[in-house]
């Protein structure tokens, strides 16, 4: 069955990370291969940006797309609230 083109489901070792408590975009960083200063020149964010984003203390849902793009990931992928994601 085809998924409408705004779901995305999580790969399932992304799922076990989150589960077990990695933050989801240090999580898919790890998935890439990518180091913190990597990731922060690939999305246009600072190293500092993305730690705290990795420590939970900062969810601004742009940085979060910005680095959803920089992976080659759907806009909607770091954002876990989103009603129209689907889950794995």
């Given at each position: 069955m085809n998924?409408?083109?705004g779901d995305y489901s999580?790969?399932?070792t992304i799922s076990t990370?989150?589960?077990?408590?990695?933050n989801i975009v240090r999580a898919f960083r790890e998935q890439f291969g990518?180091?913190?200063e990597d990731?922060?020149?690939a999305c246009g964010l600072t190293s500092l940006?993305?730690?705290?984003?990795e420590s939970g203390?900062?969810?601004d849902p742009?940085?979060?797309e910005r680095i959803a793009h920089a992976l080659g990931l759907p806009s909607n992928a770091m954002i876990l609230e989103d009603p129209k994601r689907l889950s794995a």
């Open positions: 998924k409408p083109a999580l790969p399932e990370a989150l589960a077990n408590g990695t990518y180091s913190i990731l922060a020149v940006e993305i730690e705290t984003i203390q900062n969810t742009h940085k979060l």
